[in-house]
C-alpha cells in the first residue's frame, strides 16, 4: 500500500513518522523547507512529552507532484534531489498513491484539486485531517465540478504538535491519530498494532460527531494565539480560561439548536466543560489535573501560523460558529470577536485578551 501525504507540515510530518514506524511505503509532499530539513538531518525526529525519541526516513520527498521521486534511503540521493527540484521528469508517470493524507488547512483545499486528482484513482482512499469545519464540502464540491469520483474520508488529530529546529516535530498532549474506517485506514491500524514501537491510531464510522466535538477543543487554538504564552500557562489563567469557556457555551447553544451530534473528547460530557474551566484557579487545578497533564510549551497550531505570518483557518473554527450560529438564531459574541482578533494579528497588528473583552462587551 503507497501513501502520500500531502502538504506535511507539523502535523502531517508526525504522520508520517508514525507510519514509516508502522513499517509502511510512505511518501511526504511538502514545503522545500522542510523536505530540505529532513534530509539535511537524515529523516523526520519524533519526540513527545512521555519521552519518545525517533527519526525515521520517508520512502520519498516531494515538493509537489513532480514524479521524480528518490526511493533510495541512500542519503546522497536525497541530497542530489534537492538539486534538481526543478526537474520535469517528463519520462516518468506520476505515482498514484492508495492513501493520501491531506494536512493542509481548508483554506488551501481549491489549490490543489488538480494534484489530487492526478495521484489518486476511484479506488483511492483521500483523508482529510483538517480542524475544523467545512473540508469535506469543499472537496466533494471541486471533484463534482470537474465531474471525477473518489473516495473522502476524515480524520481527526487530537492532539498538538509543535514543529522545531532539525526537522524535529514534538507532541505535547495526549491523544493518537483517528481516522474514518475504510479498507486503508483499517489496514494501516493493523500495521500500528503489530508494529514495535508504542504507536496506535483509532478508527470511526461516523465522523461527524467527532469532528463537531473536536471543534469544542479547537476553539482555544484562537485564544492561544492571541495569550502568546503555553496552552498550561494559558489553562492557568482563570480570566482566559472563562473566554474560552463563553467560547464553547455558544458552540454548545448551537449544537443543541441545530441538532448537530458531539462526540466526548474528555473525561467529563461536553456540556460540562465550560463549567470547569470556568472554576477559580485553585479548584480548576485540582480537578482539571488531567487537562494539564501536557507539554509546557505546548502551544496551538495556530500560533505557530501566526507567527510564521501564514493565514490561518480561523474561518473553519471560530468562524464556523459565528456562521451556523447566523444560520440556527444563535448569538456567539464571543466567536465573533475571537475572530476580528486573529484577523488583526493576521494583519500584522495586536490583540490581547482584554480588548476581545471589550469587543464583547460592544
Known sequence: MKIAIFGAGSTGCFLAGELKLAKLDVSVICRPRIKHSIIEN??????????????????????????????????????????????????EQITQFDVIFVTLKCHQLTSIIDDLLAISTQQSAIVLMQNGLGSLEILQQAFKNRNQVRQIFQGITPFNVLQQDNASFHKGTEGVFTFETCPQTHAIDTAMNNAQANISCTLATDMTA??????????????????????K??????????LLAMAMQEWLKVCKQAHLPLAQFTKVKPRLLPLILSLPDSLFTLIAKPMLAID???????????????????????????????????????????????????????????????????
Open 42 to 91: 537524515n529523516g523526520i525526529r519524533l519526540t513527545d512529552y512521555q519521552g519518545l525519541d525517533q527519526r525515521v526516513m520517508p520512502d520519498a520527498l516531494m515538493t509537489g507532484i513532480n514524479p521524480t521521486l528518490n526511493k533510495s534511503r541512500n542519503e546522497s540521493d536525497y541530497k542530489s534531489d534537492i538539486k534538481s527540484d526543478n526537474n520535469s521528469g517528463d519520462n
Open 233 to 242: 500557562q494559558q489553562l492557568s489563567q482563570r480570566k482566559t480560561r472563562k
Open 296 to 362: 509546557p510549551h505546548a502551544r496551538s497550531s495556530m500560533w505557530q501560523d501566526i507567527h510564521a505570518q501564514r493565514p490561518t483557518e480561523i474561518d473553519y473554527l471560530n468562524g464556523a460558529v459565528v456562521k451556523l450560529g447566523l444560520n440556527h438564531q444563535v448569538a456567539t459574541p464571543v466567536n465573533s470577536a475571537i475572530v476580528a482578533g486573529i484577523k488583526k494579528l493576521e494583519q500584522g497588528k495586536t490583540i490581547s485578551i482584554d480588548e476581545i473583552y471589550l469587543m464583547i462587551r460592544a
Open 210 to 231: 467527532i469532528i463537531n466535538g473536536k471543534l469544542l477543543l479547537n476553539l482555544n487554538n484562537a485564544l492561544n494565539a492571541i495569550c502568546d504564552v503555553p496552552i
